[in-house]
C-alpha cells in the first residue's frame, strides 16, 4: 500500500494534472473487479497457501521490476526505490520462509502445493511482459528502466529483448528457490518444480497456446483435462481449509 | 469513493482515506499491529548522480519532468510510473 503511495507522490507532485488522473485512477481500480493493469493483483488470494506463494513469487517480481527502477534516470524515481527494495524484502522472507514452513510440517500435500505454484508462477512469468517489447526497449534506451543487473550485465546487444533476458533470470531464481523447499521434502514424497515458461501464459508468444506445465503441447481437450490435473481444484481448496485449521499445518520456525 | 478533484498531494491523502473506508481497510488493526507508523514519501540516497545506460549515458539524472529532454520521455516515464 506504501508503494501506491509513494508512486502517486511522484505522479501528483511532477506530473501534472495527467499524472493527478493517474494517481486517482490507482485508487479507482479495483482488483475484486479485475481493474488492476498487473494481472497478478486481479487474481485471488483464497487461502494461506496462496498467501505465501504470492508474498515469496509475484512480489519477487516487484522486487525486480523495483531494482530496474532504481537505475531510473529520473531520480526521483530512482531514489524511490532503496525504501521499496526495503519494504519488499520483508514481503519476500515472509513468502519464502511461510512456505519452506508449510513444506517443513509435512501436512499440506505436496501435489497441492505444486498446484499452487503451477497456479501462480505463470501469471509472474508475465508480469514481465512480451517477450519482444519497443516499450521495454525504448524504456531502457532513453534511460527510464535497467536491466536486473545493469551494474555487472555486458552492454545490451538486442534492447527489445530486455523482458525477456529479466523474465530469464526470474525464472532461474524461481528455479533454486523451488529447490530450497525441495529440502524441506521427505525423500519419498514427490518433489516441486517449476512449470514450463510457456504453461498456462496469458501474455506474450505463448499467450492462449496450449502447453502442459513440463512444456508439451496438447490439443485443446487435452489441454482442459490437464488443467485439471494441475491447478487447485474446489476440492483442494476444502481439504486445505480444512488442514489450516489443524495446529500444526505450519511448523513453528 | 469521494470524486473531489486533485490539486495537491494532500488531496491525494483525503481520497486515499476515503478509498482505504470503501474497501474496508481496518486501519485500527493496522495501527495497533505497527503502532506508530504512518504512510509516508520515503526516498533514499542517491546512487548514482549520472545516467548509467542508453541514450543519455553519463548525462547528470534529472531532477524534475522539466529537465527531460523529450516529451514522449516524459509520456514513457509516467506510464512506467502508473502501471501497477
Known amino acids: 500500500m506504501r508503494h501506491g503511495w509513494q508512486m502517486s507522490y511522484l505522479l501528483v507532485r511532477y506530473f501534472g494534472d495527467e499524472g493527478k488522473a493517474e494517481a486517482r485512477k ?11 493493469l498487473l494481472g497478478a493483483f486481479n487474481e485471488p488470494v483464497e487461502d494461506w497457501i496462496d498467501f505465501f506463494t504470492f508474498t515469496a513469487f509475484v512480489d519477487r517480481d516487484g522486487m525486480y521490476q523495483l531494482k530496474m527502477l532504481g537505475h531510473s534516470g529520473f531520480a526521483p524515481l530512482s531514489d524511490s526505490m532503496g525504501p521499496m527494495l526495503n519494504e519488499e524484502s520483508f514481503h519476500l522472507l515472509t513468502g519464502l520462509s511461510g512456505l519452506q514452513r508449510i513444506v517443513r510440517a509435512g501436512k499440506v500435500p505436496v501435489e497441492i502445493i505444486q498446484k499452487v505454484l503451477n497456479r501462480w508462477l505463470p501469471v509472474c512469468f508475465d508480469l514481465f511482459g512480451h517477450e519482444r517489447s519497443k516499450g521495454a526497449s525504448r524504456a531502457y534506451l532513453w534511460g527510464l528502466k535497467g536491466r536486473f543487473n545493469e551494474e555487472e550485465a555486458d552492454p545490451l546487444k538486442d534492447p527489445e529483448a530486455v523482458n525477456a533476458a529479466a523474465r530469464d533470470l526470474y525464472y532461474r531464481e524461481t528455479q533454486g528457490l523451488v529447490e530450497l523447499l525441495n529440502k524441506e521434502i521427505a525423500e519419498e514424497e514427490p518433489k516441486l518444480y517449476v ?59 | 469513493m469521494e470524486s473531489k478533484r486533485i490539486e495537491t498531494f494532500d488531496d491525494w491523502k483525503d481520497t486515499f482515506q476515503a478509498w482505504q473506508k470503501d474497501i474496508n481497510y481496518d486501519t485500527k488493526l493496522f495501527t495497533s499491529v505497527l503502532q506508530g507508523y504512518e504512510f509516508n514519501e520515503k526516498f533514499g540516497d542517491p546512487k548514482h548522480a549520472e545516467i548509467g545506460f542508453g541514450e543519455f549515458s553519463g548525462a547528470r539524472k534529472w531532477q524534475n519532468t522539466n529537465d527531460i529532454p523529450r516529451p514522449e520521455i516524459k509520456d514513457l516515464l509516467l506510464r512506467l510510473i502508473a502501471i501497477q
Do not use: C, M, N
Request: glycine share 4%; charged share 45%.
Open chain 1, 26 to 36: 490507482l485508487l479507482e481500480r479495483r482488483a475484486d473487479k479485475r481493474e488492476r
Open chain 1, 195 to 253: 512449470p514450463d515458461i510457456k504453461f498456462g501464459r496469458a501474455i506474450g508468444e505463448y499467450k492462449d497456446k496450449r502447453f502442459s506445465v513440463k512444456g508439451v503441447p496438447l490439443d485443446e481437450k487435452a489441454y482442459l483435462d490437464h488443467l485439471q490435473q494441475v491447478l487447485p481444484t474446489d476440492k483442494d481448496r476444502v481439504e486445505l481449509r480444512k488442514i489450516t485449521k489443524e495446529p500444526d499445518w505450519i511448523a513453528a520456525s
